[in-house]
């Protein structure tokens, strides 16, 4: 035994030194191999050129392929780099591509079969970024940029390697420099810092503005193989390019989106334009990716008391990562239930076609499988666990989804297509008590910067007997969202008003919700970015306002904070001329709420902060107040000692605070009970316009006065809108008078 085992021993210890030395062998026949290689390729370009270089390093040679790829004297002294170096694989990576651009395809191969055995297919990221900055902003992030007087980036990073300084007028000195910065794993974030002195620009321009810079940040990776299928991701940038080849960026760092290019084998420069406050973060990775995904959606409506509202869209975000191919999807089934009836889920459109490199949501609308019953899904209201199978031109993929369950008396999100085709999701509570209408009034509630819809709704909560007690008396509570900065403006406002409708229908339609949601009269109120919402809505729908609620809202963008700076320290107010700027002013006209306040004519307001709010100063909040009362409009005022931007308890705990409290409800039952006596609208043509039970007969005598920026956007004032401008976007007003308003009645167009 004892003989036997050793003897095996010495066999594979025999075996092993065998394959070792022919690994030696094979190895030293390789070198020679490279050897010969370079030797005769060196000795093809030595009779006709000299190598400039007096140092040859891995910066040298890079310095003078990014110059010029093409030149004898470029490759020679790439060859004559790699003959010392001939593990080196960008030098390979470097001399491959000139090769091929040279139509030389034996020598490219035998470069590109080199440079991959030292570091793969591709390098899946940038080893080495050089970065030049900061410069002064350009008005958004995609206009005005510094080097462009320079022939641009593509330009002048093929010189980064010369000590070249450009005029910032960010830097002490007045200049920068090209910097260089390691990374040394994928995953590594990288963050750049420029040394200035920014406290002392706050301080003397007396602006936080000027900490926003922006620069480029430049490096080459490598592709060794054609046809490989590789995706992209810049985070921290709102796009970026390779080579020629603009991407798509990840500016909000979500990290799942990947954008797919076609790339043959070659080096390539990436060129990642940032723009920050401070520090700027970014990272690019390079990553094989399978040929679609389905992602996580953002959002998922609830069912609600075991009911499924009508509009049940989900929102599934599918993403093609083929370069050249369009992707379809085909159909959707759900494959398991955890409990209630089956449901059926159906694409909204039999095309889904999507497109190279694109994400698009798909929408689903989830129904019971019977048409029968009235929705009812499920009797214990647990949450819903599915299993969904997407089926797609490239095969099938499984995901799982939660639906919750949400009881009457709480809060539950629901979806509805938006203005704009796409699913967007709000939150509504049933009211508290009856009302006094068939159809309940709606308190549309906006919410502040970063602030979940099912947060503000739920904010609007008291304490009763020791439980919480939610929603609004006598009123719908909805709280609609939008992703994005549109600060309740455009793309917002419509957001909110189709909210507003969808609430409405979906009551209408289903009867097991205890009351229907009236879209035409409307309680508008918001915190913070919602305060200025709350404006910018009811100034916009006065004719369905019946009160306003604005709480430590802001005027404009523009002049409150500083992160939409008009005009100032940015590189345009150099070159604008005053008219096109007055153009662009224009544009944005529509957003400025004080300019809007006589459209509140006959709606009670109350404008509320903490007298201690740092966050939005009691300023603007004053100023619109000063407004409102000169144009007679009924404003209540008030600004609560001690208190900040926000909080839980007002005099008492959990007496419904920041948003909720007894001056709150107070408001709101006024309203109520002013409101119910309101009749409906007026429409064109309608019988009842000429009696006296239309909307308008308690008009107050005094005169109202229209204002309108933008007439693509709000309804009318008692009836009246106007329709069209002769100069757009100028601000055009409408004086009615109390007699004229009956003989203009009901349609009077400008
Ligand atoms: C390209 O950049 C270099 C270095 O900054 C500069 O000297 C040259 O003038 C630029 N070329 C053009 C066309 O602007
Ligand atoms: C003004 O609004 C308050 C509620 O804030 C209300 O009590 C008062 O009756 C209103 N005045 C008029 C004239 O509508």
Redesign the pocket.
């Given at each position: 035994m004892q003989f036997l085992n050793c003897r095996r021993a010495i066999v594979v210890h025999i075996f092993f030194i065998y394959i070792f030395s022919l690994n030696a062998i094979y190895g030293k026949k390789k070198e020679a191999e490279v050897l010969d290689f370079l030797a005769k390729e060196l000795k093809a370009l030595e009779a006709s050129a000299d190598c400039p270089l007096k140092q040859l390093t891995k910066h040298s040679v890079r310095s003078l392929w990014l110059k010029d790829q093409l030149s004898d004297e470029t490759l020679l002294c790439i060859l004559k780099f790699l003959d010392a170096n001939n593990k080196d694989d960008s030098a390979w990576s470097l001399l491959g591509t000139s090769f091929e651009k040279k139509n030389l395809k034996q020598q490219a191969d035998y470069c590109f079969k080199q440079a991959t055995k030292a570091a793969g297919k591709y390098t899946p990221f940038v080893k080495d970024w050089w970065f030049i900055g900061p410069f002064v902003i350009g008005k958004t992030e995609f206009d005005g940029d510094v080097l462009a007087a320079?022939?641009g980036i593509q330009?002048?990073s093929r010189?980064r390697y010369h000590s070249?300084t450009f005029v910032s007028e960010l830097s002490s000195g007045g200049t920068v420099k090209w910097t260089e910065l390691k990374q040394s794993s994928a995953q590594e974030l990288l963050k750049i810092n420029p040394k200035v002195d920014w406290n002392d620009l706050v301080s003397s321009l007396g602006s936080m503005g000027i900490t926003e810079w922006q620069g480029w940040a430049v490096g080459e990776f490598f592709i060794n193989e054609n046809d490989l299928q590789l995706s992209f991701q810049c985070l921290g940038v709102a796009k970026c390019s390779i080579g020629n080849t603009m991407l798509v960026g990840d500016l909000y760092h979500r990290n799942q989106f990947w954008f797919p290019a076609a790339l043959s084998r070659g080096v390539y420069t990436v060129f990642i334009p940032l723009r920050t406050k401070v520090v700027a973060n970014f990272k690019f990775s390079v990553n094989k990716m399978p040929a679609f995904q389905v992602l996580e959606p953002s959002f998922l409506p609830d069912v609600y008391n075991g009911y499924l509202p009508i509009n049940f869209y989900l929102s599934i975000p599918v993403s093609n990562l083929m370069a050249d191919k369009w992707l379809k999807v085909t159909k959707i089934k759900i494959t398991t239930q955890s409990d209630g009836q089956p449901l059926d889920p159906v694409l909204i459109s039999n095309d889904y076609e999507i497109a190279p490199g694109q994400v698009r949501p798909v929408v689903v609308h989830l129904k019971p499988e019977s048409v029968s019953d009235a929705r009812k899904i499920t009797d214990s209201c647990r949450d819903l666990n599915l299993e969904f199978k997407l089926l797609t031109s490239e095969g099938s993929q499984s995901f799982k989804l939660t639906l919750r369950c949400r009881h009457k008396g709480s809060s539950f999100l629901f979806s509805f297509i938006d203005h704009d085709g796409s699913v967007q999701h709000a939150a509504a509570v049933e009211p508290l008590g009856a009302c006094n209408n068939e159809a309940c009034p709606v308190f549309l509630t906006l919410h502040g910067t970063t602030v979940p819809p099912q947060n503000q709704a739920d904010s609007y909560k008291k304490m009763v007997n020791g439980e919480y007690q939610f929603g609004i008396k006598g009123m719908w509570l909805l709280a609609p969202t939008r992703h994005g900065a549109h600060n309740w403006e455009g793309p917002g406002a419509m957001t909110a008003i189709s909210a507003l409708q969808a609430l409405s229908s979906m009551t209408l339609a289903s009867e097991w919700f205890s009351v229907r949601a009236d879209s035409d009269k409307v309680l508008f109120a918001g915190h913070s970015m919602g305060g200025h919402g709350a404006w910018h809505l009811a100034t916009h729908f006065p004719d369905r306002t019946i009160g306003l609620i604005s709480l430590a809202g802001w005027i404009k963008k523009e002049e409150y904070g500083e992160s939409n700076l008009f005009f100032r320290h940015d590189i345009s107010t150099s070159h604008t001329d005053a008219s096109v700027k007055a153009i662009m002013e224009a544009c944005i006209g529509e957003n400025d709420a004080d300019k809007h306040v006589t459209n509140l004519k006959g709606i009670s307001v109350l404008a509320r902060i903490g007298a201690e709010d740092r966050t939005v100063h009691p300023f603007f909040v004053r100023r619109m107040v000063r407004l409102l009362k000169e144009a007679r409009v009924n404003v209540t005022y008030s600004e609560l000692p001690n208190l900040a931007h926000w909080w839980w308890d007002t005099k008492e705990a959990n007496d419904g605070g920041c948003v909720n409290d007894a001056q709150i409800r107070q408001f709101i039952d006024h309203i109520s009970a002013t409101s119910s006596q309101l009749d409906n609208y007026c429409s064109a043509g309608s019988q009842e316009c000429g009696t006296s039970s239309n909307r308008y007969k308690s008009l107050q005598p005094e005169p109202v006065t229209l204002v309108t920026i933008n007439p693509a956007f709000g309804d009318g004032l008692k009836g009246i809108a106007v329709l069209q401008q002769i100069i757009p976007l100028r601000i055009s007003t409408v004086q009615v008078h109390n007699k004229f308003l009956f003989f203009f009645y009901p349609a009077f167009f400008f």
């Open positions: 320079y022939g330009n002048v010189y070249e």
